[in-house]
């Protein structure tokens, strides 16, 4: 009987996945975003930075920046949910992971952001919902906090077009 893999042996494949997933996108770090893992879950961090300010009056996060934020939680989200299954069944090398050997990433069809209030000039964080994910098309909830999870400042929904799956 094989043994089980020590937690840390886990804990560290997960991370790197993670690690190479977020990586693979410059964009995300322009943003400075950045994801924490408990388990399969993914909470989105956009660290608070000057260049994020749209109405420096306010001052308040630029809606821009509020919906790349949304976007990229749930197109990280799906991502994730598509290397879970495999990562865990250890069809993954983690040492050969890289932006390059990566699945692509799922693609936009469209979001829609509604904004609540003015995003404050801190951290703010996101979690992203999966509704329905195929083959071919996934439709993703994701709400957007800062120092309370329950006044969410924005929310989206959005539709995206998943990439073909080789096997």
Same mark, same amino acid.
């Given at each position: ?10 804990? /560290?494949?997960?991370d790197?996945?993670? *690690? ?5 996108v410059?964009?995300?770090r ?6 924490d893992r408990r388990?399969d879950e993914?909470?989105?961090v956009?660290h ?6 749209g ?15 949304l ?20 069809h993954i ?5 890289s932006?390059e050997? !990566?699945? *692509?990433?799922?693609k ?13 000039p801190r951290?703010?964080y ?5 509704n329905?994910?195929? *083959? ?5 909830h994701?709400?957007?906090? /800062?120092?309370?999870r329950?006044r969410?400042?924005? /929310?989206?929904?959005?539709?995206? !077009?998943?990439? *073909?799956r080789?096997?």
């Open positions: 009987m094989k043994r089980p893999e020590p937690v840390q042996v886990i804990k /560290q494949r997960r790197s996945a993670l *690690r190479a997933l977020v990586d693979g410059p964009y995300i322009f943003l400075g975003i950045s994801f388990g993914l909470t989105g956009l608070y930075d000057d260049k994020l300010i109405n420096p009056m306010l001052p308040a996060l630029h809606g821009g920046a509020t919906a790349a934020f976007e990229v939680t749930a197109i990280v989200t799906l991502s994730w949910a598509m290397l879970w299954d495999d990562l865990e069944a250890g090398d983690v040492d050969a992971l932006p050997t !990566l699945p *692509r990433v799922p936009t069809i469209d979001i829609s952001i509604d904004y609540l209030r003015a995003g404050l951290d703010a996101a979690r992203a919902r999966i329905r994910s195929g *083959r071919r098309y996934a439709s993703v994701v709400e957007a906090w /800062q120092d309370n329950d969410l400042f924005a /929310q989206g929904t959005g539709h995206f !077009l998943m990439p *073909r080789d096997g």
